[in-house]
């Protein structure tokens, strides 16, 4: 099973989605930048083909306590769930980043949910659509819906049980310059999924390289 | 005049691209690939690269400081920076650096731009 998981996306393909990745996530730290007037620092995006379980451990390697998860499902030429995800502590400063410093308290915690899913709605969206685009592909993008619990209660996302085990794992983290906030942005795809996305990742692959260039380098 | 170009990427296949881009663009000029810092460091002593392209986001160390850094020691040398993040921080930072800013996708009109004024900046050196 490992080593059929890991053959499903070579070298190229991996790096081919991770490019992808992070020009949807620079697109939408732009958008975010502009919301909380702050710069976002991201990291370099990974990208593995692992079981829901290891996934979650990945989460677990930086964080412990209670997580706030944005969730939104993609469907039509490509089909998965997107997940922004910061720990629950974090997510009252993120509100107040962009509802700007003015707000009370009493009313950042009544605006906290409609703000946490518009903050979503636009990182996400702005994600997907540059991969979306990228790929040549439309996708429709189910409206933002807030999960909270540990990463393992947000990856297995109550009744879904019929996906198959294999997911596809984007992990990036972003971070404010000035305020304590940071998360991740996930991305969950099945085994079938993941195929139409591999045969999509070929043609792209194809379109930005010269064939004769094509010789296999580990990199 | 023939001129050797340095690709700083982490990404295999955003140095492809960038090489086809290249080629459609300056079919003359050569291409020489890094996929780190310490490759591009590696490169630029022994390759004597004429211009470099720097992706921003690579592991290790970023592609803003090495442009700053390659500016520093081979200040006629045009460096570019590439980057996804096109956040205005990381802009005016590749400015202030003495470089050029792509952002990613990089289009050939946009590489075809930075690769002239670098010409132009050579034969007048």
């Given at each position: 099973m490992e080593q059929h998981r890991s053959q499903i996306l070579n070298d190229l393909e991996r790096d081919a989605l991770s490019e992808l990745v992070n020009l949807g996530v620079g697109k939408a730290a732009a958008n975010l930048r502009e919301m909380v007037k702050d710069e976002v620092l991201l990291s370099v995006p990974s990208v593995t083909v692992?079981?829901?379980a290891e996934a979650?451990?990945?989460?677990?390697?930086?964080e412990t306590g209670r997580l706030v998860a944005i969730h939104q499902r993609f469907s039509?030429?490509?089909?998965?769930?997107?997940l922004l995800?910061?720990?629950e502590a974090n997510s009252l400063e993120l509100v107040r980043a962009v509802t700007g410093g003015d707000v009370p308290l009493d009313d950042i915690?009544?605006?906290g949910q409609e703000a946490l899913s518009e903050t979503g709605n636009i990182i996400l969206n702005g994600c997907l659509g540059t991969i979306g685009n990228m790929l040549r592909r439309t996708m429709q993008v189910s409206l933002?819906?807030?999960?909270?619990?540990?990463?393992?209660?947000?990856l297995s996302l109550g009744g879904d049980q019929g996906y198959g085990e294999a997911v596809l794992f984007l992990f990036i983290n972003f971070s404010l310059r000035e305020r304590a906030v940071r998360g991740y942005i996930a991305?969950?795809?099945d085994l079938p999924a993941l195929t139409s996305l591999r045969d999509l990742l070929r043609q792209y692959i194809h379109r930005m390289s010269d064939e004769t260039d094509s010789i296999h380098v580990e990199s | 005049m023939s001129y050797k170009v340095l690709i700083v990427d982490d990404s295999k296949l955003a140095r492809m691209s960038v090489t086809k881009l290249l080629r459609a663009l300056q079919p003359d000029w050569s291409p020489i690939e890094a996929a780190n810092a310490e490759e591009a460091v590696a490169a630029l002593?022994?390759?004597r690269p004429d211009v470099v392209l720097v992706d921003f986001n690579m592991p290790g160390k970023d592609g803003l400081t090495l442009a700053a850094e390659i500016h520093a020691t081979h200040p006629n040398v045009p460096v570019a920076v590439i980057s996804a993040n096109i956040q205005t921080e990381i802009v005016s930072r590749a400015r202030a650096v003495g470089a050029t800013f792509l952002s990613k996708p990089l289009t050939e009109q946009a590489l075809g731009d930075f690769l002239s004024s670098a010409k132009a900046q050579l034969s007048s050196a």
């Open positions: 692992v079981s829901r979650s451990l990945l989460i677990n390697e930086h039509g030429d490509l089909k998965g769930r997107a995800i910061f720990p915690v009544d605006l933002p819906e807030i999960m909270r619990g540990n990463s393992s209660e947000l991305m969950l795809m | 002593v022994g390759g």
